[in-house]
Each structure stands twice: as C-alpha cells, then as structure tokens.
C-alpha cells in the first residue's frame, strides 16, 4: 500500500500516514506490558526498508524518531544495523549521543548473563554502527 503512488491523494497525505503509523508503533514499543520486544522488530525494520527505499525524504525523521523516543538501546542498535542502511549524519549523531549516555548501562543490563548469545550480537552491531 505504501509503496503505491495512486493510494494517498498526495505527498503530504502519504507522509502524515507513515508518520503516524510510526508514531503508534514506537508509542506500542514503549509501553507494551509483555516486554518482547522482537514483537516490535519486525513493524520499525520494514518502516526501516520503507524510508530507505521508498520514502528518502522522510528518513531522517524515522531516525530521530526511533532514537528520541525508544529507551531501549540494544533494540535502536538492533534495528539501525540490521541492514545495509546508511544512517544521516544528523541521525547518526543523535544515536552516538544516546549510546555515550546509555551504554554503559545497556552493556551491563546485557552482560548479566554472560552465556547471553546476545552479548556477541550487541557488540558486532555497535561496531558496525561505530559506537564502540
């Protein structure tokens, strides 16, 4: 639906659509009372795919969204490094802001149990990102 032209009347109708859509899903994230948060993974990944192939002009705007509104770190590193996607410089700074405050704390909730195969995956993904 969201990749056809003829479905919104116009770009404006199309983007107030995706940005409300990707509003609702980070607000169902943030306060889901099961905490899985691979429930979750699979709406913001495509909206991932969607900006950065469909909707360019709105990347930017996925970006901030997903890292001023989702207080989990490891689930933001999960998704912005999960594919080949090419993060904004203005999106990129504000994750590396958020990780220089967080992951401390991430690092530490992760490494708990430290058979977590988790724990490989986090840090693989925080390099490829460049937040080590």
Not at 18 to 32: A, G, H, N, P
Request: charged share 25%; aromatic share 10%; no cysteine.
């Amino acid at each position: 639906m969201l990749e056809h032209e003829t479905t919104f009347t116009n770009k404006k109708a199309r983007n107030s659509y995706f940005k409300y859509l990707l509003k609702f899903t980070i607000s169902q994230t943030r306060f889901s009372v099961i905490n899985n948060d691979d429930n979750y993974l699979i709406p913001l990944h495509l909206m991932l795919l969607i900006v950065n192939q469909i909707y360019q002009d709105l990347k930017l705007f996925y970006e901030s969204e997903v890292v001023d509104n989702l207080d989990n770190l490891s689930l933001i590193v999960d998704i912005f490094s999960s594919s080949d996607y090419t993060m904004t410089t203005k999106g990129n700074k504000k994750l590396k802001q958020k990780a220089k405050l967080e992951l401390v704390f991430e690092r530490r909730k992760i490494l708990r149990n430290s058979n977590n195969p988790k724990t490989v995956l986090f840090e693989k993904a925080l390099e490829k990102l460049g937040l080590n």
